[in-house]
């Protein structure tokens, strides 16, 4: 049995030529409406199409209807999430689809990817890894984490406070509401002195502190629909956060960069990607960043072709790495393509994830120049 330190002596080769390119440069200097019932319909805008899939007739106004319906109100208090929490919390189940059985009626997939072990990032982790940090929560089962990214904001380059993540990792689709208690900590466990069931300070576990959800959006589509399927090619969130110390200090300047998202991305110049996350259910601990760096293109797994079909990679990564940051290089920088979405631990692991398209453009977009 491999031991950690050789893992991590294995991982410096694998993951080098992302953590050169995630040189992201210094970052620059520098109310929510009362909750409405988890069970209450969604009420869609008048203009809005007949598919959820497509909401280019979404006009602002249609999107201000849709995010004061949602109704989502940061209800973290400072100090919830201690380190103690913290170690207790469970990993947010993976939506599992399997490859390797017959795909359903009106499915398109491809074969099962070559299997892609993860690796866990060297400790200390570099300015550049700050960016990806774990997203911890209280659902109807108890507390819980995912994992989550910075992003960069197109309205406030240099001091963004935008979080990406998958939409499972927020809300609960249909039927259901918003997770309570959204905290994000980047770069959780840095330095690698976490350890479980033991008393842990503070700054080993948030060595940049605790961000809480004030804002958040999920794609009207998930909200409307529910099950594993055609609403994951639409499993995408963003949350606005602000910084428990109250120094008004930038998310982005706090950790030192951002990483923009590429929407609309063309498929054919995807040729290589690196999924990165805190798993969390065995044989990992939550206490690691790891990653899966797949040396061949995307596949493909469609539940609803008049949908983006999502991207499929190989990867050994368990519950807990949802909503980690997929990333690819552009122009000599990292850029997001995706979160992880669904996964199948058997036989070999792998991970999917929605591909970001006109959808998620227009909500990010929307999200970013209106939702403070």
């Known amino acids: 049995m491999p031991t950690t330190t050789s893992r991590r002596r294995r ?109 866990p990032l060297p400790h200390p982790y570099a300015q550049a890894g700050a960016v990806v940090g774990r997203l911890f929560m209280t659902t109807p089962q108890g507390d819980a984490a995912c994992s989550a990214t910075v992003v960069s904001d197109p309205v406030n380059p240099g001091r963004s406070n935008l979080v990406y993540t998958a939409a499972h990792c927020l809300h609960d689709g249909k039927g259901g509401g918003w997770l309570k208690n959204l905290v994000f900590v980047p770069a959780f466990n840095r330095d690698g002195r976490v350890v479980h069931g033991k008393p842990n300070p503070d700054q080993q576990a948030a060595p940049y502190g605790r961000w809480t959800a004030v804002r958040a959006l999920v794609s009207p589509t998930w909200r409307q629909e529910s099950g594993v399927g055609a609403r994951n090619q639409y499993d995408y969130g963003v949350l606005r956060v602000r910084g428990e110390d109250g120094s008004g200090r930038s998310l982005e300047e706090t950790v030192g960069g951002s990483v923009p998202i590429w929407f609309n991305a063309p498929r054919e110049q995807i040729t290589a990607a690196a999924a990165y996350g805190y798993p969390a259910e065995r044989p990992f601990d939550g206490l690691e960043l790891e990653h899966c760096d797949s040396p061949a293109a995307p596949g493909r797994l469609s539940f609803d072709r008049t949908r983006p079909p999502m991207y499929v990679i190989g990867c050994s990564m368990t519950a807990g790495a949802s909503g980690g940051g997929w990333f690819v290089i552009r122009d000599g920088k990292p850029n997001l393509i995706s979160v992880g979405a669904v996964g199948n631990r058997n036989p070999a692991g792998y991970q999917a994830g929605p591909s970001l398209h006109d959808q998620a453009k227009q909500a990010f977009d929307y999200f970013a120049k209106n939702v403070r």
Not at 62 to 69: F, Q
């Open 11 to 119: 991982a410096r080769a694998a993951g080098a030529a992302l953590l050169a390119a995630l040189a992201l440069g210094a970052a620059g200097c520098g109310p929510d409406g009362p909750a409405r019932p988890a069970t209450a319909p969604l009420a869609l805008p008048r203009s809005a199409p007949t598919s959820l899939g497509d909401l280019t007739g979404w006009k602002v106004e249609d999107w201000d209807r849709y995010v004061a319906d949602s109704a989502f109100a940061g209800d973290a208090a400072p100090g919830f999430w201690t380190a103690a929490r913290m170690d207790t919390a469970k990993p947010r189940p993976t939506p599992e689809y399997s490859l390797t059985a017959p795909a359903a009626a009106g499915v398109e997939q491809d074969a099962a990817p070559a299997a892609v072990p993860a690796q």
